[in-house]
């Protein structure tokens, strides 16, 4: 069985930071990639471009997915992974600054898990993390991983 790891997919290095210092703060000692565009997010999950040849089996536990990304936003990263056979399967929580409801409404008709705003209260942020990766590291269950291109 593979290690169960999360895949942050961020391009603010503070927010990544503070991500990294909550999960560390509460014991969560679980590997996280940090990928700062919604290519290389893309890349990363199907193997492609600077990640040609990673085994695509190995999947994260969990995406936790920002919208408001540089060159391919959150929703087209969420789409593009629903329409793959495999990743439809994929948990993504969707984890955003973003209070548009049309954000909202968009990320849950593409798939994605859950919705997550970011609180900007220090404390509250921590604890959300906390239980982020509780539940998608410990309690989850994840789908079988079959063939595929993810």
Do not use: C
Request: avoid cysteine; charge should be negative.
């Amino acid at each position: 069985m593979n290690e169960k790891f999360i895949l942050l997919v961020e391009d603010n290095p503070d927010d990544v930071k503070l991500t990294l210092y909550a999960l560390k703060e509460h014991n969560i000692a679980n590997r996280v990639v940090v990928v700062s565009d919604g290519v290389e997010a893309l890349d990363y999950l199907f193997g492609t471009g600077a990640y040609t040849g990673r085994d695509v089996s190995d999947r994260p536990a969990v995406v936790l997915l920002d919208l408001k990304l540089p060159r391919v936003d959150g929703l087209e990263v969420l789409r593009r992974l629903r329409a793959d056979r495999y990743g439809r399967r994929q948990p993504v929580v969707v984890l955003t600054n973003s209070k548009e409801e049309q954000d909202l409404v968009s990320s849950y008709d593409l798939g994605a898990n859950s919705y997550i705003l970011k609180p900007v209260d220090f404390d509250r942020f921590t604890e959300a993390v906390r239980h982020l990766g509780l539940y998608w590291l410990l309690l989850n269950e994840p789908p079988p991983t079959g063939s595929g291109t993810l």
